[in-house]
């Protein structure tokens, strides 16, 4: 089966605080790719990130980084110092090689306090 | 570059009535995709075109159709609307392999 888990409904920080937001994925496809979006409160999908199955190394981004393990099949995602403008729904995604559609998990909510 | 342009933003209809929702994809991409997103289901795949031809299709009714046009702009229609077709509605356009996939703002659909 292919599927996207994110056991985390909601979390809630104060800002500046370090946030890592889980992803375990499911897939039988040897090639794919994972992907992380953002949707703030206007609903617009924004992408940050793609990550092909072949390419472990992690990634910085400013203030964003990203762990890919293919041996616990998770892509976690840690904000740094996080800010108010982080508020948003956060999804991660799963496209296999031979799949014209993206399957996303459920989504997680959080919500940075100043 | 402009990004994924839908329209319109926002819609209500009732029920049985149809509607039509348009998306303008990212100028060079040919690949377009719908997904349907509700606080219950979350987001799910509805279909995608590429080059005016479906490729793949999610599990939904028959009531809702697709199509894409020679200029890569696509619409997807809803015909006898429920009151569960209430949800917002994502397009997505990506090259061919949709290895990113670009999102535009959605087409808030309610139905009363």
């Known amino acids: 089966a292919q599927k996207v888990t994110q056991a985390q409904t909601e979390i809630s920080v104060v800002e500046k605080e370090d946030v890592t937001l889980d992803c375990v994925y499911e897939t039988r496809d040897t090639t794919y790719y994972l992907f992380w979006y953002k949707q703030p409160p206007s609903g617009e999908l924004v992408f940050l990130i793609r990550r092909n199955s072949f390419d472990e190394q992690n990634e910085i981004s400013g203030r964003y980084s990203w762990n890919f393990q293919k041996s616990t099949s998770s892509f976690n995602f840690t904000i740094t110092a996080s800010q108010v403008v982080d508020s948003a729904v956060y999804f991660c995604?799963?496209?296999?090689?031979?799949?014209?559609?993206?399957?996303f998990g459920s989504g997680t909510r959080l919500l940075v306090r100043p | 570059k402009a990004g994924v342009t839908q329209t319109p933003r926002y819609l209500i209809k009732t029920r049985g009535q149809q509607v039509t929702l348009s998306c303008s994809p990212i100028?060079?991409?040919?690949?377009v995709s719908w997904y349907q997103q509700t606080p219950g289901q979350g987001l799910q795949f509805l279909f995608e075109y590429f080059s005016e031809t479906q490729r793949n299709k999610g599990n939904f009714p028959g009531r809702f159709s697709g199509r894409q046009f020679s200029n890569s702009r696509s619409e997807m229609n809803v015909s006898t609307l429920e009151l569960g077709d209430s949800a917002l509605y994502l397009c997505a356009s990506s090259l061919a392999d949709l290895r990113e996939q670009f999102f535009g703002p959605g087409t808030r659909l309610t139905v009363l």
């Open positions: 100028s060079g991409h040919r690949s």
């Open positions: 995604a799963l496209k296999w090689d031979s799949s014209y559609k993206l399957i």
